[in-house]
């Protein structure tokens, strides 16, 4: 039985990219109507110092062995910062072929006794997910602040197709693009899980906004920039989340809500907090720092 005809990852990035940098962006000059968005293949090919024939098979699969120079030259055309150029790098790596064709079947996910223990003590809003940003444990204080974050729910299908989870942020298109874009960078290369494909294939036939997002090819690391919500308890929060890996199977995050301490969103956080245990709460400033989460629980890690 012939093996299925393997993804063309790198090329879909090269193309993805290419179309969202314009002439002017890198001082190209325009003449007349162009036909195709962003930058043309032979434009991206001269400024990188390649032939334009060697970057069509790049695009269209033929050659998926760039050197790092190349891959360096085409970052620098396509102005990706470093976390994509480090993303590119990825997808042009070969993966070992057991590893493309199978995927184990997942066992039960549960969180180590410790990170259970420390998403209790630690005083603030936290979960943990695994790869596919499934929730598998939340504390009473994260669901409290966001209703969609508890055991068995999706991160991306609530951000996606919950109403009530979009109404909750402040700039919901804009947070919800940032957690696409860490995701996929989570995924690397490894985007032929069946959890990964049957998750990608549901909310893109049923959002056309993830389908928009997912086909820009964003990468960034977790939790980068400010988190706005309109809570309907304490009102509005800018609150900041920390990501950090968990030993275990299934690429463990453990997330963290945090507010700036001294700040009007600190005393919110804290008021939620003794309206959810229902009991006052250590203030903010003397609460656990997420810096210090790392030696309070050894099975976490920063990320």
Known sequence: MKDMPEENLLGDYLRARRELVTPEDIGLPTHGMRRVPGLRREEVAMLAGISSDYYLRLEQGRDRNPSAQVLDALARVLRLDDTATGYLHQLAAPRPRAHRR????????????????????????????????????????????????????????????DPAEQALHTDWAHTAARCVAAFRRRLGSDVDDPRVVRLVGELSLASEEFRRVWARHDVRPPGTGPIGMNHPQVGELNLTMSKLDVDGPDGMTLAVYHAEPGTEDAERLALLASLTTGRPVRRPADGPDVSDVREADGSARTS
């Open 102 to 161: 199978s995927h184990p079947r997942p066992r039960r996910r549960t969180v180590p006794p410790a990170t259970a223990q420390l998403l209790e003590a630690i005083g603030l809003p936290a979960f943990v997910t695994d790869r596919t940003l499934d929730v598998i444990a939340a504390n009473a204080l994260a669901t409290a602040l966001v209703p969609s974050v508890r055991v068995g729910g999706n991160r991306l299908r609530s951000f996606f197709l």
